[in-house]
């Protein structure tokens, strides 16, 4: 079993949430839901690795909050 980082939004215009894996170009999906999502992103990723094992270009950090006046 292997786990992967996604990244999750959810666009205000249409309310669908959108997803992807940090660093791996392919490993992005989308869902009405952030259920659907997570096994939409999952199938994705069965997918992709069925060419081996990513070298991801990025790693996910965290997330920050940047203050302005």
Known sequence: MRNYT???ERDPTTGTYVGYVPGWPGAHSQGATVE???DNLREVV???LEDGEPELSAEYVGTATVRVA
Do not use: D, N, Q, Y
Request: proline content about 0%; overall charge negative.
């Open 46 to 48: 069965e997918m992709l």
């Open 36 to 38: 659907e999502l997570r």
């Open 6 to 8: 996604a990244v999750i």
